[in-house]
């Protein structure tokens, strides 16, 4: 079942899908055989021979019996399709980005869906020119430790400020403790800071949601509070247990570890 309704994803028909699949079990075989064994009409198993014919996903031969099928490989049938929709791709993003211009304002904007959000925190990665400031869990990390990488290697500044267990091994890195990151809800969170110019900044309560912006303002402040919890993690690292016991007591909540 998840073959077929795969298939029908890409573009065949119900019918097709199904003489597809009954004649990579049986083959080579003629229509009447194939309608069969496929449960498809006999007044429709031609007319979906003849669509995948021309698609040129089955081949054919005369027979005694008849014309005679047999399917192409998947390999090489999914092999053509790869390559169509890469070049269907490619062209549209040409195309289509010949079309978009990104509006110059400072409107809050969300975005829904937890690979939508990815996929925009990769390309604001992807794009930014100069800096990038991170807030990272550790799947948003395994999500995004490529393109960061990446940009590493082209020379953008990154500071990433991990909430989780993982390590990262390019830029400027510091790790906030975990209980830490629970206690002040950071331990779900993903914030992304691009340039200066723009941030995005998600949570993942139920359904994982971002928001979206260019407003200076609110830029500046998420791009404060990735630096300042960046910087406050490398001081927290070399202060030591002595020093952190000279903390007023209404101030060691910020440092579980001055309580332990």
């Known amino acids: 079942m998840e073959l077929f309704k795969d298939l029908i994803s890409i573009g065949f028909t119900e019918y097709e899908a199904r003489v597809y699949l009954a004649l990579l079990r049986d083959n080579p075989a003629t229509g009447y055989q194939i309608g069969k064994k496929a449960g498809v009409p006999r007044s429709m198993v031609y007319e979906a021979l ?44 040409e195309n289509l980005y010949r079309l978009y211009s990104a509006p110059e304002e400072e409107r809050l904007w969300s975005i829904t869906g937890r690979s939508a959000v990815l996929v925009y925190a990769q390309q604001m990665i992807e794009t930014a020119r100069k800096e990038i400031l991170l807030v990272l869990s550790d799947p948003h990390l395994e999500a995004l430790a490529g393109k960061v990488r990446e940009a590493c ?3 953008v500044a990154v500071k990433t400020l991990l909430t989780g267990l ?40 139920v359904e994982m949601t971002a928001t979206i912006t ?19 993690q490398h001081i927290y690292a070399r202060l030591g247990q002595d020093l952190l ?12 570890k001055a309580n332990a």
Request: net charge negative.
């Open 50 to 93: 003849g669509r995948l014919d021309a698609r040129g996903a089955v081949l054919k031969t005369g027979d005694r019996r008849g014309t005679l099928y047999r399917p192409v490989p998947p390999e090489l049938l999914l092999d053509r399709y790869e390559q169509e929709q890469l070049g269907l791709i490619r062209s549209l993003r």
């Open 153 to 155: 290697k082209t020379g």
């Open 166 to 205: 993982e390590h990262l091994d390019c830029g400027q890195v510091a790790h906030h403790p975990p209980l830490e990151s629970q206690l002040q809800q950071l331990n779900d969170m993903l914030v992304v800071v691009a340039d200066g110019k723009e941030c995005l900044i998600a949570s993942t309560d």
């Open 214 to 232: 260019t407003n200076r303002n609110l830029v500046v402040i998420a791009r404060q509070f990735v630096w300042m919890e960046f910087f406050a």
């Open 245 to 256: 016991e000279i903390l007023e007591p209404e101030e060691r909540w910020m440092y579980p």
